[in-house]
């Protein structure tokens, strides 16, 4: 039997690839909460017509493991289910940063970067002169930072405005100590190797076409009809909190057991077995395990045999985010349509962004706001224990000041999510390599997935259960 430790989006698809690929028993899942989704959190009023989501709200159709969970959504028969929003749509083409005073729209299209768009005081066309004129660094790099790549390569303001704010929105964490290889390792590789960006992708797009390399895998499906039909970002209808719950009934159905309220305290590797300890006392034993929880959590309980690997997890850092939503019986209350803002980090406001959910997805005549904060900066504004009312007022005066809503709204949530997105921090990516090498090296019948290793969204962890599973499946090296 295989066990799964915890029952958000990643352990669920690690559960549904073991029971696709017929992986012997149907194994078991053991979630510390008394509900399915982890950090996906959809909070719906039938009666008012509006959705709350806490965490992640939107999914990108494109790229490899866009494809997969496109799969995976069609496997579990949600396709029908799906609501896209096309590239043509005002949430896909308007998005904004708030910085030297006013809202800023981003460029959509070539014509934005040829001319000169606030913040910015230069074309952004002069950030690639830049790169294709600098030089090479003077040694070559394992790693850096992200804000310090951007910076050596495209300018300064590219740095603080537009990859800033952007990590703001992806994992509310900051440019100067997050991984260039978290967002950018195609760029940062092409960079070491040939001395500039541009100049990289130019020699290896012509060595591509002289070697004639074949071309990708068609699309089928939902994937393809995301690629024919230009989704931009799309969700489930309802809620995201739709694809947890789906694939929970999927996996009941098919004998696999769910227990919620299961607190893993202690885990202990035999010679052919794993045993693991609840808050109760008891004791399971499983043939082999995967985690999807995060690596501090995982840490604690492998700490007492295994105290190296432990160390090792606890070194991936984790940052809180508030998230507030807020809705207002109006539908006139913004002053651009757009899919939100981001603010970077040199405004410094304790604001990390505001999404209109409103914007993106029909809420019935009410405007639907969701503003984040906190992230690398959240004792910085609100200390290690701030109240509910605290968070609320802070929001809602920043949402006034920038969006020049005055209202108090007619409901809201405020969320306070503690140690909720990893931060992949410079040498992620070593660190990762040699938590995998120790488990491979200890022989231990363990795998990983979930944010803490190869990406926090949800494409990511979705892919990278099934990665685990087939390792695991495999008898190679564990995840």
């Given at each position: 039997m295989t066990a799964i430790l915890g029952a958000g989006i990643s352990g669920l698809s690690?559960?549904?690839?073991?029971?696709?690929?017929?992986?012997?028993?149907?194994?078991?899942?053991?979630?510390?909460?008394?509900?399915?989704?982890?950090?996906?959190?959809?909070?719906?009023?039938?009666?008012?017509?509006?959705?709350?989501?806490?965490?992640?709200?939107?999914?990108?159709?494109?790229?490899?493991?866009?494809?997969?969970?496109?799969?995976l959504i069609e496997e579990i028969g949600l396709a029908d289910h799906v609501h896209p929003i096309i590239s043509n749509h005002v949430a896909a083409k308007n998005r904004m940063i708030y910085a030297k005073g006013r809202l800023n729209m981003l460029p959509s299209d070539l014509s934005g970067v040829l001319k000169t768009v606030p913040p910015f005081t230069k074309p952004l066309y002069m950030a690639g002169f830049r790169d294709l004129f600098a030089r090479r660094s003077k040694q070559q790099l394992e790693d850096e930072s992200m804000y310090s790549?951007?910076?050596?390569?495209?300018?300064?303001?590219?740095?603080?405005?537009?990859?800033?704010?952007?990590?703001?929105?992806?994992?509310?964490?900051?440019?100067?100590?997050?991984?260039?290889?978290?967002?950018?390792?195609?760029?940062?590789?092409?960079?070491?190797?040939?001395?500039?960006?541009?100049?990289?992708?130019?020699?290896?797009?012509?060595?591509?076409?002289?070697?004639?390399?074949?071309?990708?895998?068609?699309?089928?499906?939902?994937?393809?009809?995301?690629?024919?039909?230009?989704?931009?970002?799309?969700s489930i209808q309802g809620g995201l909190q739709a694809l947890p719950d789906r694939l929970g009934r999927v996996l009941l159905e098919n004998k696999c057991n769910i227990l919620t309220e299961r607190i893993c305290q202690k885990i202990r590797f035999d010679k052919n077995n794993v045993q693991l300890t609840f808050h109760d006392q008891t004791t399971v034993s499983a043939n082999q395990l995967i985690s999807s929880i995060p690596s501090y959590i995982l840490a604690e309980k492998l700490h007492e045999?295994?105290?190296?690997?432990?160390?090792?997890?606890?070194?991936?850092?984790?940052?809180?985010?508030a998230v507030i939503n807020l809705r207002y019986k109006s539908d006139n209350l913004l002053p651009e349509q757009a899919f939100g803002f981001l603010v970077p980090p040199i405004e410094n406001l304790p604001i990390l962004g505001v999404i209109f959910d409103s914007c993106c997805f029909d809420m019935e005549g009410n405007t639907v706001l969701t503003a984040m904060m906190g992230g690398a900066w959240f004792?910085?504004?609100?200390?290690?224990?701030?109240?509910?009312?605290?968070?609320?007022?802070?929001?809602?005066?920043?949402?006034?000041?920038?969006?020049?809503?005055?209202?108090?709204?007619?409901?809201?949530?405020?969320?306070?999510?503690?140690?909720?997105?990893?931060?992949?921090?410079v040498g992620h990516q070593k660190r990762v390599t040699q938590i995998r090498d120790y488990i491979a090296d200890h022989k231990l019948p363990l795998g990983l997935c979930g944010a803490s290793y190869d990406g926090v969204g949800v494409n990511d962890v979705i892919l990278s259960a099934r990665k685990c599973v087939d390792r695991l499946l495999n008898n190679d090296k564990l995840l």
């Open positions: 690690a559960g549904f690839y073991l029971l696709r690929n017929g992986a012997g028993a149907a194994p078991v899942i053991y979630e510390a909460t008394n509900r399915l989704g982890g950090w996906i959190r959809t909070e719906r009023s039938a009666e008012e017509g509006y959705v709350f989501e806490a965490g992640p709200r939107t999914i990108r159709p494109k790229g490899p493991a866009a494809v997969n969970t496109l799969e790549f951007v910076d050596r390569r495209f300018g300064r303001e590219i740095a603080d405005y537009a990859v800033s704010s952007m990590l703001c929105g992806i994992c509310a964490g900051d440019a100067k100590q997050i991984s260039v290889n978290f967002l950018m390792k195609s760029l940062f590789e092409v960079e070491q190797k040939h001395g500039g960006v541009i100049k990289g992708f130019l020699k290896e797009t012509m060595a591509k076409r002289q070697t004639n390399q074949k071309t990708k895998d068609p699309l089928a499906g939902l994937a393809k009809k995301a690629k024919s039909e230009k989704w931009s970002i799309y045999q295994h105290p190296e690997l432990s160390k090792m997890l606890s070194s991936i850092p984790f940052v809180d985010v004792e910085k504004w609100f200390g290690s224990n701030p109240s509910e009312e605290q968070l609320l007022q802070v929001a809602t005066e920043q949402i006034g000041n920038i969006l020049n809503i005055r209202q108090a709204p007619d409901s809201y949530k405020v969320n306070l999510l503690r140690k909720c997105i990893p931060q992949y921090v």
